[in-house]
């Protein structure tokens, strides 16, 4: 069966006026399904109970009033239907005067927009105190249309925009709930304040997030650089909480550790004693490096942490401990530049002692080692290298000048002697 086509003009028949009447009634069913949809989506939820504000207030405001222009638009449609509904329901058999009273609902401009009161100004003496706005169901429903491809991308924008932020932001929630069971853990007052602060500030950019989307993922907008500052923050807390929580299970080991590494530098500054000593006896020096005595300054250090522990403070502890354990580096390689600086003095004399052996060995097997010349500059570096003090520069002369007399000894014409 062919439908009825509902003519723009002239009288029309029963048939066309009832198919135009099935169509528009299924139009305006669709479109309830749609505002309907629209009023349950959940961007259109939160942006109707949330606390909005800045740009994403503004344009709610506006896109608000368009879904309530959208709905008056669909009860003077439904009215205009439900009028001309209400004359074809008179008569099985309509006249003509029906037919072309629904006609005029269904094509003429039926439906009111606005109505303007005129100012005294605007007025004639016989004009209307009023003027109207008005338009055919089918002008309706193409603004309509338009209205609500608008409001249902803004709708939907927001929607993703929300979704979007949040998972940016929820990790740094989670992250934070994280490390704040550690802290309590740790019962660590300073930590926990750190951490609420954080919070705080989390919190803010979060209700910044929910009252104003749009303008949050605006270009430029301070969003991402103010969550990577909280991100990293959490982190830092978090790294203090982590170690803090280490050292509160690993106490005695770390501090046993300690304990040996100050042991070490009790021994090299006791080495360091023990070499002055020599030093001074053994040799002609002046001012010697000034001996290190920090053992018991770092072992006070050490026993202070052991009251940190017991008053539960575990970040000062931490903070102390990893500051203890640079201070006995440093403490360690200070000591050992001072003992190598000492003792080498001893080393030097040895070294010098092994050299003017050597070559004296080396003078025997030119078989010129008692020439008596070769065997007073031997004699004399001897004396100097073997006498207490040893003056360190005066024998480093004298082994010079003896072992340029040996070296002489394999130079061509030389005769393997020594001149007098």
Not at 87 to 112: F, V
């Amino acid at each position: 069966m062919v439908a009825m086509v509902f003519p723009a003009f002239g009288p029309p028949t029963r048939e066309a006026v009832d198919a135009e009447l099935a169509r528009l009634g299924q139009d305006a069913a669709r479109v309830a399904d749609a505002l309907l949809a629209l009023a349950d989506h959940p961007g259109y939820k939160l942006l109707d109970s949330a606390p909005l504000t800045g740009v994403t207030a503004q344009r709610w405001q506006r896109t608000a009033a368009r879904i309530a222009g959208l709905w008056d638009d669909y009860t003077a449609y439904q009215d205009v239907l439900s009028r001309a509904g209400e004359i074809r329901g008179r008569r099985a058999k309509p006249r003509p005067e029906d037919l072309n009273a629904i006609a005029e609902l269904l094509r003429g401009k039926s439906i009111t927009l606005s109505t303007k009161h005129l100012a005294l100004s605007e007025r004639t003496l016989l004009g209307p105190a009023t003027v109207s706005e008005t338009a055919t169901l089918a002008e309706t429903l193409h603004r309509m249309n338009t209205d609500f491809q608008l409001a249902a991308d803004f709708v939907t924008a927001a929607d993703t925009t929300w979704n979007r932020l949040f998972q940016q932001a929820d990790p740094v929630q989670e992250r934070i709930k994280q490390v704040a069971a550690v802290v309590r853990q740790l019962e660590d007052r300073t930590l926990a304040t750190a951490l609420a602060g954080i919070g705080d500030e989390y919190a803010k950019l979060r209700r910044e997030v929910f009252a104003d989307p749009i303008g949050v993922a605006a270009p430029g907008s301070a969003f991402p650089d103010r969550l990577q500052r909280i991100r990293q923050d959490v982190e830092s807390v978090a790294a203090a909480a982590t170690g803090a929580a280490d050292l509160r299970a690993d106490f005695e080991r770390r501090t046993a550790q300690l304990s040996r590494l100050i042991d070490r530098i009790a021994d090299v500054e006791d080495a360091q004693r023990s070499a002055e000593r020599a030093a001074r006896e053994k040799i002609l020096v002046g001012a010697l490096p000034a001996p290190t005595t920090q053992v018991p300054a770092l072992r006070a250090r050490l026993a202070a942490l052991a009251e940190l522990r017991d008053r539960g403070l575990w970040r000062r502890l931490a903070d102390e401990a990893a500051a203890l354990e640079t201070a006995l580096d440093n403490a360690l390689n200070a000591a050992n530049r001072v003992h190598q600086a000492v003792a080498g003095l001893l080393e030097r004399r040895e070294e010098l002692r092994g050299r003017l052996a050597a070559y004296r060995v080396r003078a025997a097997r030119s078989g010129a080692a008692e020439e008596p010349r070769l065997e007073a500059l031997y004699l004399q570096a001897r004396d100097l290298l073997w006498s207490k003090p040893c003056d360190l520069a005066a024998s480093t002369r004298a082994l010079a000048v003896y072992q340029k007399a040996v070296l002489a000894l394999d130079q061509p014409g030389r005769g393997g002697g020594v001149r007098a």
